[in-house]
């Protein structure tokens, strides 16, 4: 009877010890919002990011992707930051304009460059110092993932030079200096879901599209069917957004598996992107689309209209002007 009634006491004292280690035990999860389809080559990279933190916390911080708008489009993800419901946002780069304008800086026309990406120098200088301008909101940037560098699309206009797009109305993901830009253009910039531009363009509510080579062959297709393309003119990227204060709370090890994997990913995405958008401007091509290069001639009196708008820019934010020009030149030559 003893015997039983200490073994029963025993089980009580085990449960009730289970009991109280269990939140301890579960796992510790990382919401990630998505407004891009399930299929988008970010949304990959994504679930890279999601199985390597899982894998070097041991599964002990699981992270959730939600693509599509399942929870959140990008904006309203961005809103959520802080909040506990969503830890970290990929947007557009853009989106960091409605939090401090200074960010905008890497949105200008001919502002940054492949090269300049891939040095490893730039990019982690550029990360720093966009960060410390969403710091005092509690975010903090854990780098950059090129997104494309930007064309211009149309249903039935072949433009060849600046002149042909004069006029028009383009569409935009948004953004103070994209709409700026299209401005100095002499067109009508028209701020849009990637998700409408498709039915917009083919309805005639918008004349252009400028976006990337995946918005082309993914969302748009064969609705338009001339692309024409200023090398360098606006390379769009991808912020890493994470909530700082939550960051900053997980366990030491946890933390670094979070920056050590967007570490890793960013280190190789860069080129990685830049051949995935040569193989989606080749399929829009195989299928008789027809894509256009800007002359080297072209491209300079684009580059020479993009300099009162960016100055305009850069006399109102001289300290953002002035920080990247820095480290363009602390980190020229280097790898």
Request: positive net charge; aromatic residues 8%.
């Amino acid at each position: 009877m003893m015997k039983r009634f200490v073994l029963r006491a025993a089980t009580a004292t085990i449960a009730t010890v289970l009991a109280l280690a269990g939140p301890a035990l579960q796992a510790t999860e990382m919401v990630l919002p998505s407004e891009v389809a399930a299929t988008h080559w970010k949304t990959n990279y994504m679930n890279e990011f999601a199985e390597t933190v899982k894998k070097r916390t041991d599964g002990a911080l699981v992270v959730k992707v939600f693509p599509a708008s399942q929870l959140y489009n990008d904006q309203d993800a961005m809103a959520a930051l802080g909040t506990g419901a969503v830890h970290m946002v990929w947007p557009v780069s853009v989106r960091l304009e409605t939090i401090d304008p200074r960010t905008g800086i890497i949105n200008l026309p001919f502002a940054i460059t492949d090269e300049q990406m891939m040095n490893r120098c730039f990019a982690d200088g550029l990360t720093k110092f966009m960060s410390a301008y969403v710091e005092p909101r509690k975010l903090q940037v854990l780098g950059f993932l090129r997104t494309a560098d930007l064309m211009f699309l149309f249903r039935d206009r072949d433009v060849q030079k600046l002149e042909d797009i004069k006029g028009t109305k383009v569409r935009v993901t948004g953004g103070k200096v994209f709409l700026d830009t299209m401005r100095s253009l002499n067109t009508s910039p028209v701020s849009m879901a990637a998700s409408e531009m498709s039915t917009a363009l083919a309805q005639g509510a918008i004349d252009g599209i400028f976006t990337s080579p995946a918005g082309w062959a993914e969302m748009v297709g064969m609705t338009a069917k001339y692309a024409w393309y200023v090398p360098g003119m606006s390379v769009a990227t991808y912020a890493v957004v994470v909530d700082k204060v939550w960051l900053d709370a997980l366990p030491a090890a946890h933390r670094k598996a979070v920056t050590d994997s967007i570490d890793d990913i960013s280190r190789r995405q860069w080129a990685e992107a830049i051949e995935i958008d040569k193989k989606l401007i080749k399929k829009m091509t195989d299928q008789g689309a027809v894509f256009r290069t800007a002359s080297a001639v072209e491209a300079k009196r684009w580059r020479e209209r993009a300099v009162p708008s960016n100055k305009t820019f850069t006399d109102k934010y001289p300290d953002a002007a002035q920080k990247l020009a820095t480290l363009d030149r602390s980190c020229s030559g280097g790898k």
